[in-house]
């Protein structure tokens, strides 16, 4: 199964590439699937791939969510960026 998670565009870089970061750590992702990407946008990754952007205020909402659920279930919240690739 997998968990989407938003992750903020850090950076933009040649070949449709962007760095991303999602609870302080950073992955390196491709934009093929989308256009229009800028930094400090929001994107969903699935497997090494953005493919699709997602509003400032919802990602937000969602990664609090992510957070809460992992206090609550005594996690650390770096089980937020395991699938980002």
């Given at each position: 199964?997998?968990?989407?998670?938003?992750?903020?565009?850090?950076a933009?870089?040649?070949?449709?590439?962007?760095?991303?970061?999602?609870?302080?750590?950073?992955?390196?992702?491709?934009?093929?699937?989308?256009?229009?990407?800028?930094?400090?946008?929001?994107?969903?990754?699935h497997?090494?791939?953005?493919?699709?952007?997602?509003?400032?205020?919802?990602?937000?909402?969602?990664?609090?969510?992510?957070?809460?659920?992992?206090?609550?279930?005594?996690?650390?919240?770096?089980?937020?960026?395991?699938?980002?690739?």
């Amino acid at each position: 199964m997998c968990l989407a998670v938003p992750a903020r565009v850090e950076a933009l870089h040649d070949f449709d590439q962007a760095t991303v970061e999602v609870g302080g750590v950073q992955s390196k992702v491709s934009l093929a699937l989308i256009d229009g990407v800028e930094v400090g946008d929001y994107v969903i990754v699935h497997v090494g791939h953005a493919i699709t952007r997602m509003d400032v205020d919802e990602a937000e909402k969602s990664l609090a969510l992510f957070r809460e659920l992992a206090e609550t279930l005594g996690e650390s919240t770096d089980a937020l960026h395991t699938g980002v690739s």
